[in-house]
């Protein structure tokens, strides 16, 4: 079956550690994106990428970093600069432009 | 940037029609309306886009009025199942070329809670 497919599902840091989440596709989409989640809230856009080896920071992208090295691949990296990292990750991906995104089924983070 | 604005809740019985509408003033030209229904701890889930008058598919119908600045998702003969987060989504209104960047910005979203 073609979908979105986020490891892990629960993820837990220490303090002053990076942790990377991953997001894979096989539903060959150019577009992929990275959204924030907390309690009661909307989604909240961290990074997109419409093309490999470009992407764009969206509106809460500090203390995270991507890479598109593949088609298939949009990892995103929780860095230790990133000071309330707890929450709802979200990744997804779509033809581009107004194309209706496809979502991962999320990786919860948590603090040690 | 396009916004939009729904109510926060909604309460329905199983077996009504539950009409949820949405404002979208600044929206664009070229941007689509989007609906998306959101389980706790899971990702949302596509249902249904449209431009204007009106789109139907198996689960849902939108409706578009001609100025295209609101929208209605009507979900017909709800059921328990249907307790859910739904969002209400345009693009953001910024293009790179000949299309749009696919940017979308979620509010918070109404909470339907179906009764039995």
């Known amino acids: 079956d073609g979908g979105i497919t986020q490891s892990p599902k629960y993820l837990f840091r220490k303090e002053g550690q990076n942790v990377t989440l991953s997001c894979e596709q096989n539903l060959n989409h150019d577009a992929m994106y990275w959204y924030r989640q907390d309690p009661g809230q909307g989604l909240r856009l961290i990074y997109y990428s419409q093309i490999v080896n470009d992407f764009q920071k969206g509106d809460i992208a500090e203390g995270y970093s991507v890479s598109r090295e593949k088609k298939e691949s949009f990892p995103l990296t929780v860095t230790s600069a990133q000071k309330n990292p707890t929450a709802f990750y979200l990744c997804?991906?779509?033809?581009?432009?107004?194309?209706?995104?496809?979502f991962g089924d999320g990786t919860r983070l948590s603090i040690l | 940037l396009a916004k939009t604005t729904q109510p926060i809740s909604m309460d329905s019985y199983e077996g009504q029609e539950v009409n949820i509408t949405c404002s979208h003033n600044?929206?664009?030209?070229?941007?689509?309306i989007t609906w998306y229904q959101q389980f706790p701890s899971q990702g949302p889930r596509f249902i249904i886009q449209?431009?204007?008058t009106k789109v139907t598919n198996e689960v849902a119908s939108l409706f578009i009025p001609a100025d295209r600045k609101s929208s209605t998702l009507s979900l017909p003969r709800v059921s328990l199942s249907d307790t859910a987060v739904y969002y209400c989504l345009v693009g953001d209104g910024q293009y790179r070329g000949s299309s749009n960047t696919g940017k979308l910005i979620f509010g918070q979203g109404t909470t339907l809670q179906v009764k039995p």
């Open positions: 600044n929206i664009a030209t070229n941007d689509y």
């Open positions: 449209g431009y204007k």
């Open positions: 997804a991906s779509s033809r581009g432009g107004n194309q209706p995104q496809h």
